[in-house]
């Protein structure tokens, strides 16, 4: 085990250099002219100079292997470069925006997944049932509902007719409140940091921002865990270790817990961490949708305005923190099931 | 299949689908394209410029969308730029995982091991973040659209048909196979493939609604075609502006949404009615 996860953790770099390859060939499609902008940061720069000028000076058209040595080497020092839809370095764009996305994401993952696992359980314990058919159709109708458009309608009638759960990340006057000198940012989560300078008014104000999203995520999801562990459980269930386990006598539901659902969390495990993975970039739509001021919303919103300083910062941020996470998956796998010693 | 045909929601799944390759087939006949531009049928014709929606009325039966763009025509012909990408990007991305995900677990070791460290570097972008930066640096388009998703698709169905690969590789009839001196690709083809091959098929039918979702969402977010192509995740684009409706009437443009939304939601839901039947079908260790 620990000889496995040393292994991977020796690849890590490898990977990382992956990921900042595919960024910088995405770069080269780019001609200088376009990488040019992202040093650019005000009209008055292009006053007394021509571009080629610029593409000179931010030596743009030297080799590609000095450029990406460059380039790596800025990365190293924090400089993303300049983003002209945010209107300030990529850097501090992220920075300001990755607590929100972290945030929503750790607010919706736990009804996500438990939800999901119950569902599913019961799903498949009730096989071919009505029991079964309902959740099946109900989960199926929510894989079916795209965020885009679920959300929207969610929009519509909880936010449009109902007033209740406004887009957006905080209203104006929490805004006022967290922005204020008393309030002191801990995280840049609001939830956390309302508790944290108890103001509870902002706290429930950041939640009912929260509850529509969440909603909208789960609904999505709940079928994608319900699936897995439904059809992981029937395949369980007709093993031979549990028709032993049930021919000894065991009563049902500890062969459902302790031999069944054991056995059953293990593609669920690896799914539920791939879902984390999607989750955060699928937070790109629900974070349009819904207004969300978060990491996925500026890479949509620079991706729209054809800012690719920013578009590829951001990705180059997610790949790090994603390459590790799913490092963490990996070793969890080989935790659950120990047939996965790769040797 | 004629379990397929038995199981009521599949039943319905099949019935949604045929319905929708008529209408993909039909569009023509169904939502005529007016004679001002019959060279780009994928156009939506315009009945106006004024921005605000206008309802459904006896000439457009599902209303005009911002900029007075005909839904009814939009939703039909959208149905096939539906069936278009969900086709070339699923299919693309099988075959490339299949042929990945086989020969890295078979042949297992220091190739295994490579193998999957690509497979993680793709796997580690968030698939719209990378779709994104892909259409981003090609420019929008709906043909960049595919190409970033194929690119970022067939690693799932790779990495699925490796974890199923490698826990049937030691089980006995494999090693069975081998002592009998069955070459590799025969024991992958005739004895490990049908053992293993389900889910990646299962997931990559239950994928062809999630493809056409994701590209509608890549269109939503303003990355697809021109605006007034044929596209669903657009003309669901426009409507996010109107979920506020008039004041005392909050749903005054639900069409604007609920056309668009209903079809791609119809769309997806058969296919995936389909493909959780087929599963139960097809896995023989469920029939017990």
């Not at chain 1, 529509?212 to 459980?233: K, V």
């Amino acid at each position: 085990m620990l000889s496995y996860i040393g292994r991977r953790l020796l690849f890590l770099p490898l990977v990382l250099f992956g990921v900042t390859l595919f960024i910088f060939i995405a770069m080269s499609f780019l001609s200088p002219y376009q990488l040019v902008s992202s040093y650019i940061k005000s009209p008055d720069e292009l006053k007394n100079q021509s571009l080629d000028d610029l593409v000179k000076k931010y030596r743009l058209d030297d080799p590609a292997h000095i450029k990406y040595f460059r380039w790596l080497g800025n990365i190293l020092h924090g400089n993303l470069g300049y983003s002209r839809s945010a209107n300030m370095h990529v850097m501090d764009a992220i920075k300001a925006r990755f607590p929100a996305t972290l945030e929503l994401t750790i607010f919706a993952i736990i009804p996500v997944v438990l939800g999901g696992i119950w569902l599913g359980s019961i799903s498949a314990i009730h096989h071919n049932s009505p029991v079964d058919h309902a959740t099946r159709v109900f989960a199926i109708i929510g894989w079916s509902l795209p965020s885009f458009v679920f959300g929207i309608v969610l929009l519509m009638y909880f936010y449009g007719v109902l007033g209740w759960f406004p887009p957006g990340r905080l209203s104006t006057w929490a805004d006022m409140i967290v922005l204020s000198e008393g309030f002191i940012r801990y995280t840049g989560m609001n939830t956390v940091d309302a508790i944290m300078n108890r103001e509870w008014a902002v706290f429930w104000d950041a939640i009912r921002h929260l509850i529509a999203p969440t909603i909208s995520l789960s609904y999505l999801w709940w079928a994608f865990i319900l699936r897995i562990t439904r059809s992981s459980m029937l395949d369980v269930l007709n093993k031979d270790y549990v028709r032993t386990a049930r021919a000894k006598g065991l009563p049902e539901n500890i062969v459902i817990k302790r031999h069944v659902r054991r056995n059953a969390m293990i593609p669920v495990a690896t799914v539920a961490g791939f879902m984390v993975l999607g989750m955060l970039g699928g937070l790109t739509i629900t974070e349009t949708v819904f207004d969300y001021k978060g990491l996925g919303l500026l890479t949509a919103t620079a991706a729209q305005q054809l800012d690719y300083t920013c578009v590829l910062g951001t990705t180059m941020f997610y790949g790090v923190i994603l390459v590790v996470s799913n490092l963490v998956v990996d070793i969890l796998y080989a935790l659950i099931d120990p047939r996965v010693r790769l040797d | 299949m004629k379990k397929l045909i038995r199981n009521p929601l599949s039943l319905f799944g099949f019935a949604l689908l045929i319905f929708f390759i008529i209408i993909a087939l039909l569009a023509p006949v169904i939502a005529p394209t007016p004679e001002r531009h019959k060279h780009e049928p994928y156009r939506i014709p315009r009945y106006g410029w004024q921005t605000t929606p206008t309802p459904p009325s006896k000439e457009h039966p599902f209303g005009l969308t911002q900029g007075q763009y005909d839904i009814f025509y939009g939703v039909v012909w959208g149905t096939r730029t539906a069936f278009f990408v969900g086709l070339v990007v699923v299919g693309s991305s099988c075959v490339i995982g299949v042929v990945v995900g086989a020969a890295s677990a078979y042949i297992g070791g220091r190739t295994d091991e490579i193998i999957m460290r690509i497979v993680d570097v793709f796997l580690s972008f968030p698939f719209l973040i990378a779709a994104v930066v892909i259409t981003c640096v090609l420019g929008k388009g709906l043909d960049k659209i595919m190409i970033a998703m194929v690119c970022f698709w067939w690693m799932n169905y790779a990495r699925l048909l490796r974890g199923n690969i490698l826990q049937v590789k030691e089980e006995e009839f494999v090693l069975a196979a081998r002592a009998a001196g069955v070459s590799h690709i025969k024991i992958i083809i005739r004895h490990i493939l049908p053992n293993t091959i389900f889910p990646v098929l299962i997931s990559a039918s239950m994928d062809l609604g999630s493809v056409v979702v994701t590209a509608a969402g890549l269109s939503f977010l303003g990355l697809g075609a021109p605006e007034g192509y044929a596209d669903w995740g657009q003309m669901i684009s426009f409507s996010r502006n109107w979920l506020l409706g008039a004041p005392g009437e909050p749903l005054k443009y639900w069409y604007t949404v609920i056309y668009p939304g209903a079809a791609i939601v119809l769309f997806v839901l058969a296919w995936n009615l389909i493909g959780d039947a087929l599963r139960d079908i097809l896995d023989p260790k469920i029939q017990a």
